[in-house]
């Protein structure tokens, strides 16, 4: 059991989306681009992303989205090392 986030209640998650009016897809030209926090292998993001084709317009990274300093292991990794 995680002493950071204890287990959800809910059946379902989801995180708030901020729409981005105005923005445009460059792959399939849709309209609807959200921007919204993720975490990726690299730790939290904060990627747009159009929402029609799932594309990735833009990310960036973030150190506190939900209020905590999570650093994944992997960032602790040597850079450049191979089997």
Not at 49 to 72: A, M, V, W
């Amino acid at each position: 059991m995680s002493t950071i986030f204890p287990r959800p209640e809910e059946t379902e998650l989801f995180t708030q989306r901020q729409y981005l009016p105005g923005k445009t897809c460059p792959k399939c030209k849709g309209q609807s681009i959200a921007e919204y926090p993720v975490l990726k292998v690299t730790g939290w993001t904060v990627i747009q992303k159009c929402q029609d084709c799932f594309h990735e317009l833009e990310s960036h990274p973030t150190r506190f989205p939900l209020g905590t300093n999570y650093i994944p292991w992997s960032s602790l990794l040597p850079e450049g090392e191979s089997d």
